[in-house]
């Protein structure tokens, strides 16, 4: 199996700028997870899909986040507009009966 | 109160000595318990996982739960420098709730 794949690998982009990060999660797999990763805050886990449909999204911090999966096969986080303090590394993850993998993460640098 | 707690460390460890990690969880009825290994700019990587019902060993790594204090052990014995790295826990409650990870430096 392939893995979650994430794309893009590295993002930069300049402030107020649209953002797209997209994942592919492991085939089979029925959770999807999208977390934020960052020196001071640790991993924080953004929002979670049960079956495509949104189950948790407490962790997002504020409108300018949205995220959706249309299908079982991919899921796109989606910041509008960027900010610095949005600089970290993204990770998508899914698992299935209970254990979680993640894919490669996305380094989003805002300037 | 955090679900799930962690030493940030680091610890460190002589090459061939048992690296211990541990962590605490909060919720008493906590079922499934994972450990994380995290290399330095990269993703983390499940390295174990261990139910309410018992522990478990996985070549060098063992994973211990103790139930009624609430915490949870890894055990990673003739440690090598290769296992420096960021060890997380994790408490899959429907959602996964992750420590802030503990950080192993394995010295030759």
């Known amino acids: 199996d392939a893995g979650v794949i994430q794309s893009p690998r590295h993002e930069v982009t300049e402030m107020g700028q649209e953002v797209t990060l997209r994942c592919k999660p492991i085939?089979?797999?029925?959770?999807l997870f999208w977390y934020r990763q960052t020196m001071m805050r640790g991993l924080e886990l953004l929002i979670y899909?049960?079956?495509?449909?949104?189950?948790?999204d407490s962790g997002m911090p504020e409108d300018r986040f949205s995220a959706k999966m249309p299908n079982a096969s991919f899921s796109t986080l989606k910041i509008q507009p960027s900010e610095p303090r949005d600089s970290a590394v993204y990770f998508c993850?899914?698992?299935?009966?209970?254990?979680?993998?993640f894919g490669p993460g996305t380094r989003l640098t805002v300037t | 109160q955090k679900e799930v707690e962690q030493n940030s460390g680091p610890l460190s460890v002589p090459e061939g000595a048992i690296a211990s990690l541990n962590c605490t969880y909060s919720?008493?009825?906590?079922?499934?318990f994972f450990w994380y290994r995290q290399y330095s700019g990269k993703s983390p990587e499940l390295i174990m996982f261990?139910?309410?019902?018992g522990d478990k060993e996985d070549g060098r790594f063992t994973a211990q739960l103790n139930k009624a204090s609430q915490y949870v052990s890894l055990l990673i014995r003739d440690s090598q420098p290769s296992d420096s790295a960021t060890y997380l826990c994790?408490?899959?409650?429907?959602?996964?709730?992750f420590g802030s990870g503990t950080k192993l430096n394995v010295k030759p």
């Open positions: 899909f049960n079956n495509n449909v949104p189950i948790d």
């Open positions: 919720d008493r009825g906590s079922q499934s």
């Open positions: 085939s089979g797999h029925d959770y």
């Open positions: 261990i139910y309410s019902n």
């Open positions: 994790a408490v899959n409650k429907g959602k996964f709730y």
């Open positions: 993850a899914s698992s299935f009966q209970g254990k979680q993998y």
